[in-house]
């Protein structure tokens, strides 16, 4: 399952089409009790809502979010509270991708060292102070050393 998660990363952010949304929204719908809600309210905010969630990237509307947003709305949502849980489902997600390619990136290489066991950047900072000693050479007193 974490390797099908992480391949379905790299996604396509174009923006979901009015249709794929009207069907995600009646599916949230279904899932959701509707209260008193008509069947002509529910088109009117399906309609609403889809205008409102178009330029929303495609990847965002998928089963497992419309699971999560039904889960957190016990009555067919308003705006607000879908796209709350919407949200909140995209952060995890985006969570979940970046625990999952940390486990399966390769580790980070250590620091280059020579066979003297120094970095580069401890071989700069003494080739800096040897230059310094060189320039000073000869002089009874160097500035700046006691």
Not at 13 to 41: D, F, H, N, Y
Request: aromatic residues 8%; neutral net charge; glycine residues 4%.
């Amino acid at each position: 399952m974490a390797s099908d998660e992480l391949a379905r990363t790299n996604v396509d952010e174009t923006a979901v089409s009015i249709p794929v949304l009207k069907q995600w929204l009646a599916q949230v719908g279904s899932l959701c009790a509707s209260g008193r809600m008509t069947e002509t309210e529910a088109m009117r905010r399906i309609s609403a809502y889809s205008a409102m969630l178009q330029s929303r990237p495609a990847w965002q509307f998928s089963l497992e979010s419309i699971e999560a947003v039904a889960r957190a709305c016990r009555f067919f949502p308003s705006y607000a509270e879908l796209v709350e849980a919407l949200d909140l489902w995209t952060e995890r997600r985006a969570i979940r991708i970046d625990r999952l390619r940390a486990l399966t990136s390769p580790p980070s290489p250590p620091p280059q060292q020579q066979l003297d066991g120094t970095t580069p950047q401890e071989r700069k900072t003494a080739a800096t102070f040897f230059a310094w000693i060189r320039s000073n050479e000869g002089q009874e007193k160097i500035e700046g050393v006691r």
